[in-house]
């Protein structure tokens, strides 16, 4: 028996059964769909449709078919096309009449949209724990090394020395937008739909705003035919998880790349790293390069969704059944990389060695433009000498720091003895102390900041 | 000259220029390149390293520059490859020498990225003005047709009798949605990222907090490295932009086929159709489709930048440069669609004669179950024998309201002279009164609240 | 035993092996692997490095492999982390030494790129008979509608008649061009990679030729370094797979809007309709919104593939295992899709007196001012005058083809009484007969060729 | 004059006039137009539409309008909403009534798919000379380094010692298949639709094979609906340069990366470098970077299309206008980059003393397994060997070439004094000469394929 069949005269074909069928997915709302059936039920009894009694059967009922789910008994029914059908089908089974009230006034379109938003809320929030487990991982390796010296990189080329406690908390902030992104999601979510019906509403007297309540919605939607319709919280949802995962691809890339030996900056710990088949001296950052490579399956998801929803005209239409898999793959996708990630950070090597070595005097070009300002030479000129004593050094093949005070002095009478005190990379480092700053001060307020908000 | 060329021995290849210069469309942030220039100015002047006359100079100089662009006057130089080259060598031949100054501890990196905020920003505000005025347009149709009745689909098949006020409404609060997503985009976007220099903050005592005020921002970026490097804002603006697009191709969608003879349910005022070039008598809606199709544009544009910024390492690379003409394209394209939606939607006739011809009388199915709910029958078995009902009046060739109480009876015994009440599309939908339903006081209702909203 | 783990001094982390594993997706390309072994197997031999005996053992034990996969028996393995793992562990198990001589020479990365290819090349073919089956009953229900009339529609808006065979086949060419496309793609993945090693190419005197022709790839890649990187032949696939998902749409879409009563050209036979589990009446067009949404998930596979790609150094990166959940999941959607779609088309019921009922006279607005050019009016005057006449009509609400004499020749003295003759829906197809043209004669000749091609 | 105001009653709101009209982006295919208009004409003048004389005008004013156009004098006109009516005006203007008479039997939507067709068929061409253009480069380059030696990396980590010349034909070959693609592609678009009117086909006896001859069309489309609906041949195109754009993509980030002084293998030319604003010292890839980012565009691109063509019904949508933004965007986009990203190659200096320098004997481990295989050893137990001297050069910190005779013999007794052999990079590559191997005389054999295709 599905839920529809009294106006037809033929059983469904199989391979439309196959096509339509979703409860192989949508099984892993049962949970919330038995909780919003249940708050139905007591509902619809304050509403009057219901008596105590069959309110209080199709609780214990439901109750009954939520362990079955719980414990892996629920037996698949040949007709349960979704988690709705095959819920409602089991209570009828375990309770008999009462369960064939449950759906009075109700649709699986107010139902599914209930559930999926119910199951959404939740996933944001197991989606937030996962952010979080990954910035505690940063600032922890953030804090080790707030002082320590590394190059930092524009467009991959060498440009100003950074600490690498500056460069681990780049990343903190990147995912801390992400907490707040999914904070949005989360309210966009938080809206009931229960009590629309299939479109036009519900004619029995649903006090939705305490139903919405009982449920733990902030507030109820404000129109039927939109509110079986609005797929948007499920985009907002893939849409925060693709910037997840691009923040994630971004963090993986850097990770591969300073594992390369010609950086040498990080190793990841054996349990973290593959070998080859065939090279047997192998040994690969897997785990970031799916990082890296995953934000694609994540950005197709949410470019998938929208495009299905694309032209779609209002009330419901089965094209809304793509959200789930959409947002299930997406969802799935981060958990099994962002515990990885955490546990890469918080155990690969960072050899500081190599890092402080990787610094070349040049990056200090900037601090002696700075240091000729400082002398009175408008900057945009100091860029410039500065420009030319790096192209002296080139030309010369010495050093940048070891140009002498005459070579320097041949660019600009400004030059002076005390310019030795720019070439310092713990002083250039250091004078960025302003907020946001590289300066090892600044980034212990940073890292102070951050674990307020964990 | 360039700003940077110093160091170079050659001049910097001609189609090199053409693919790199991005004057031709960022100029259009001007006014947000000098309003930064002029706050980074008072701000350098309070940290001591420019003199109150230097300032007073610089700000002079840049309230001409403004001048000229915004008079269509400012003549563009060989080298302005950017916005902010053209401003500060115009400032320089305006004033010399303090132009010359202005640069110091900054970088186009923390430049652009706040030109681009305040742009952002400003163009957040502009897009939710675009969506109130359909908003306002859908709301004043919807008061006029409150009552009136049509058919309303789901699976885009008859389903139940709705309002056309409470259709309208539907795509009200599809875009009251865009307008929240637009306000967490511009809580996004409020961060000053200016005094983070190239990558590692400002080595200048800036007093950042004081200069984000002074720019209207809720607060300064926590992370040099990071604020170089973040377009989270962009992209969320593209995805809040391509969702009000999908919206607005849902409504596009549904305008055009409403247009069709078929349903003939709207006529677009003569003003917004077109013709055919071959085809004398052709009536277009044209602007709905384009409403539709351009969708695809906006999702575009939303999947190009989040695919560019895959993968790439933190600190400045100049992929980011990609993120301007992408929300630059989606922000225009939304601009020329809305006023032309909303004009539409507020010079359609709605033909409420073909709307309330189109209903029929099984679009009361559901009724004839609540009314056997009430007489006690459980839901599930009601809908069974509503079914059951159809498929006789198919079989017989007599429309649904128009089978005897024989008939009915024939199929439950509960079925008594008073169904003949349930035959009325009125009393359907004044029986959706809860919250969100198509019943006139309903939508009365939502109207109100929609009307507080604008 | 993993494949690799002689330079590890720790086990792998369980985690990183649920992120890494891909047995539980790439096992379905068994056949292949082992189909890919056999032959190198033989190639191998033949380049003397392994022995016959040895070659025999390693055939027959894969053949024993192969068995156990076809039989659901094989068991897996605690290591197996991958299909190419678990065959070469089972192999090992059942022959003992000969079977650890197998890998020589080749890695992973060649491996799992051939045994992709040949899967692909396969899948091509299955595609190309899922698109045959539904262009069959597209050209079976065109022959039987070659001469039945309907509205022709562009912007959804009345254009002319056309015939309902033209409109069938019109779907019939889309389709045939995924073919060709299809076809393609089997071209660009029939290049063999194997004896590519893992980057640089095998040291061991393999003829290349021979073990392509002996697979039965046309021919063998050229860079061992690309060919272990390259994924072109997947995205291609994911793009012909997401094209014929358009056309599919485009056709979903279609069927469902004639669906609707207010058209009533089409309705679907029960065991491809579904209902509403509120609303007994309903019958939906289920499927083909599944054909028109489902679209959305194929487009994003290819977005989500191709952001992958984009920006991966060259040589192999474990980011490219991203390649087969992407085609699996375009492929699997498009092969539950396409039988149900070549079902609902051959079983749908085509309701011609619905379609000639809804052509209205103004339709021949064109062949009017066709009139007037044999007259010998240019035709940008006769399109202005045929124009003006749909006015006058409209404004005296008379029907366009019971204007009189006098109305027409009061636009133009070009009228006669035979004018009476161009309004007849028949006489218009009938005229369009040149190729390509509506004309039932043209659609006839268009189903031979169609015939010719399937 | 707009081609098509008959019907209507009032002018056309000049916002939908912006949003609507076209000739600011397809006034680029003025030459296709003309030209098919050119061919129209003739063929109309075979048809017995045209008389000589009239024929003799048209074609004659055509070639004025077309002179207009090329000398940049071509005035617009108020009307023109898209270059078929600004030509069709401009000619009417010029030679009075045989101009009014050139649309007969003709559609807008015949006449564009027509123009566009024409339009792609040359872009794919254009397109193709500038991957040659590259190709070359790469090919010059390869020469030049068939036998130097560098590091080759799988997962960004090394792998094995490749030759410098195989690293640049691994891009060669890329490119070659984007070149195939695009010879689809061009095939693709090799039909004709003139002749299909609206979408009903012509009531005029015209040749349309003849008619596709004259236009240098393959062949002409077999449906008018799908002919004038058909968009496949731009999304054909978007994809083939999509496709183009990663792989350029993936060159992009790997000279970027080489280019960091890390690695150090290349250096790029002065005059296809930047500098930085704030740091005089910066040399930036930019066009590299521009390169690996623009990919996000190009796939943007055909995101949009597909998405706009997702759903669409049969026959001409205005949606369909969608595709020339697009597809210019794209095709603008690759041919900025594709220059300059040839040059970049050409001139880039490949330093192949550090290329060399940054082997590592570890490289050669495979090399060491190959070697016990050889005598005897499978290669399932060499790989694991030769891992364990791996681990044990690294634990004993030696280097893993220096590993005594003794050390070896500890792991297998099949080691012997001609193991030291092994530990050569040249020996290990030259090794490695099957086809497609990096051998330098393989590398050579597939530099003179390469030439043989350029």
């Given at each position: 028996m599905t839920l529809w069949g009294g106006v037809f005269s033929e059983p469904t074909d199989d391979d439309l059964r196959k096509l339509n069928d979703s409860f192989s997915f949508d099984r892993r709302m049962y949970a919330q769909d038995i909780a919003g059936s249940v708050a139905y039920a007591r509902a619809m009894t304050r509403a009057g449709v219901l008596t105590d009694s069959e309110s209080a059967q199709i609780v214990a009922g439901l109750g009954k078919v939520k362990a079955e789910f719980d414990a892996g008994t629920f037996t698949v029914g040949a007709n349960d096309e979704d988690v709705h059908t095959a819920v409602e089908r089991r209570l009828v089974e375990l309770i008999g009449e009462p369960g064939l009230k449950l759906h009075t006034g109700r649709s699986r379109n107010d139902q599914v949209a209930t559930d999926f938003r119910l199951w959404v809320k939740d996933a944001v929030t197991v989606t937030q724990t996962w952010v979080k487990g990954l910035q505690a991982a940063l600032v922890e390796r953030a804090e080790q090394h707030a002082a320590d010296l590394m190059p930092g990189f524009t467009h991959m080329q060498p440009a100003q020395p950074v600490t690498v406690g500056h460069w681990l908390m780049s990343y903190f902030w990147q995912f801390q937008r992400d907490i707040d992104r999914l904070d949005d999601t989360r309210r966009h979510a938080d809206v009931l739909p229960l009590g629309s019906g299939a479109l036009a509403g519900t004619p029995f007297p649903l006090d939705r705003a305490a139903l919405a309540a009982e449920l733990g919605f902030a507030r109820h939607s404000e129109n039927s035919l939109d509110a079986v319709a609005d797929r948007d919280f499920a985009a907002d949802f893939l849409y925060a998880l693709a910037m997840t995962g691009v923040h994630l691809s971004r963090l993986g890339e850097e990770i591969v790349l300073f594992s390369n030996p010609a950086f040498g900056f990080v190793t990841l710990a054996d349990r973290y790293s593959t070998g080859s088949s065939l090279m047997p001296q192998k040994r690969n950052a897997d785990p970031m390069e799916l990082a890296r490579g995953q934000a694609g399956r994540q950005i197709g998801?949410?470019?998938?969704?929208?495009?299905?929803?694309?032209?779609?005209?209002?009330?419901?239409?089965?094209?809304?059944?793509?959200?789930?898999?959409?947002?299930?793959?997406?969802?799935?996708?981060?958990?099994?990389?962002?515990?990885?990630?955490?546990?890469?950070?918080?155990?690969?090597?960072?050899?500081?060695?190599?890092?402080?070595?990787?610094?070349?005097?040049?990056?200090?070009?900037?601090?002696?433009?700075?240091?000729?300002?400082?002398?009175?030479?408008?900057?945009?000129?100091?860029?410039?000498?500065?420009?030319?004593?790096?192209?002296?050094?080139?030309?010369?093949?010495?050093?940048?720091?070891?140009?002498?005070?005459?070579?320097?002095?041949?660019?600009?009478?400004?030059?002076?003895?005390?310019?030795?005190?720019?070439?310092?990379?713990?002083?250039?480092?250091?004078?960025?102390?302003?907020?946001?700053?590289?300066?090892?001060?600044?980034?212990?307020?940073?890292?102070?900041?951050?674990?307020?908000?964990?």
């Open positions: 998801h949410l470019t998938g969704l929208l495009t299905t929803l694309k032209g779609l005209p209002t009330g419901y239409n089965k094209d809304l059944q793509e959200d789930k898999e959409a947002v299930f793959g997406s969802f799935d996708t981060l958990g099994r990389l962002m515990p990885v990630a955490a546990a890469v950070i918080r155990t690969m090597t960072l050899h500081t060695d190599k890092m402080k070595s990787a610094l070349v005097p040049e990056m200090l070009a900037t601090d002696l433009a700075d240091y000729l300002v400082k002398k009175g030479m408008p900057f945009r000129q100091a860029h410039h000498v500065a420009g030319r004593a790096v192209r002296l050094s080139r030309d010369l093949g010495i050093p940048f720091d070891q140009l002498t005070l005459d070579h320097l002095q041949e660019m600009s009478g400004l030059f002076e003895a005390d310019v030795s005190d720019v070439f310092s990379y713990e002083t250039s480092v250091s004078a960025r102390q302003a907020d946001g700053g590289t300066a090892p001060d600044a980034v212990r307020r940073q890292i102070q900041q951050a674990k307020n908000l964990l």
